[in-house]
């Protein structure tokens, strides 16, 4: 079982920043996937950015398109913690913000049903 649980949600002006951390804790290993995912009520959760072992310590980084260029995945393993630094937010960013965990991905990282461990989620609102 792994545990998620995520922080750093808030209220910012249109073009602000944040950073979301989400903490793993119980059996890590099976959280070598890891995404952040979005959802507004009423509409299907849908993927933000994910994370994969590349190989030798690495990771591979995927996007979703509406959020390339704006915001950065990151992860560090030693703490078990993943980061979601989100900059020029926009009012369409506005969500719930959960991150996901899973042992292994055959297909797209960005899609919520490839993963087994959600946290509780963390409000994001952005303000014109």
């Known amino acids: 079982q792994v545990q998620l649980v995520e922080s750093g949600g808030g209220s910012v002006q249109t073009g602000g920043s944040l950073r979301l951390t989400c903490a793993a804790s119980?059996?890590?290993?099976?959280?070598?996937?890891m995404g952040w995912f979005r959802q507004i009520p009423g509409k299907e959760r849908e993927g933000v950015a994910a994370?994969?072992?590349?190989?030798?310590?690495?990771?591979?980084?995927t996007y979703a398109d509406s959020v390339k260029g704006r915001f950065t995945i990151s992860r560090d393993n030693a703490k078990n913690t993943m980061y979601l630094q989100m900059n020029s937010l926009k009012p369409d960013d506005s969500a719930m913000y959960y991150c996901?965990?899973?042992?292994?991905?055959?297909?797209?990282?960005?899609?919520?049903?490839?993963?087994?461990?959600w946290g509780q989620g963390t409000q994001v609102t952005v303000s014109s």
């Open positions: 996901a965990a899973t042992q292994q991905i055959d297909g797209s990282g960005l899609r919520p049903e490839n993963y087994n461990y």
């Open positions: 994370t994969r072992p590349a190989g030798r310590n690495s990771y591979k980084s």
């Open positions: 119980g059996y890590t290993d099976s959280s070598r996937y």
